[in-house]
Nanobody, 117 residues
């Protein structure tokens, strides 16, 4: 059974930093792709960024240059480092994992991030 657990959400002031963690069991994250998505109140879920098996990290334009997605293979954990946060970054953040060649089949339960102005 594959399980993804996010942690690290909370309240941060605009301009501040926050780091989210996504720890997996039942899968080795470095063998596939892990992505972060977010959903703001009243809006559809959107792609934030991902890290592929080979370490490539595409990002949404809205977070490019502010967010990074490192991976710690020893801890089987992927992070979302959020810098220069903006109120528009508020939402529930989800990590998702997909084996190579597949879509994001496995999802975490989400963690709330609130950026105050």
């Amino acid at each position: 059974q594959v399980q993804l657990v996010e942690s690290g959400g909370g309240l941060v002031q605009a301009g501040g930093s926050l780091t989210l963690s996504c720890t997996a069991s039942g899968r080795t994250l470095s063998t596939g792709a892990t992505a972060w998505f977010r959903q703001a109140p009243g809006k559809e879920r959107e792609f934030v960024g991902s890290i592929t098996r080979s370490g490539i990290t595409p990002y949404a334009d809205s977070v490019k240059g502010r967010f990074t997605i490192p991976r710690d293979n020893a801890k089987n954990t992927v992070f979302l480092q959020m810098n220069s946060t903006q109120p528009e970054d508020t939402g529930v953040y989800y990590c998702a994992y997909g084996d190579q060649g597949e879509g994001y089949k496995y999802w975490g339960q989400g963690t709330q991030v609130t950026v105050s102005s």
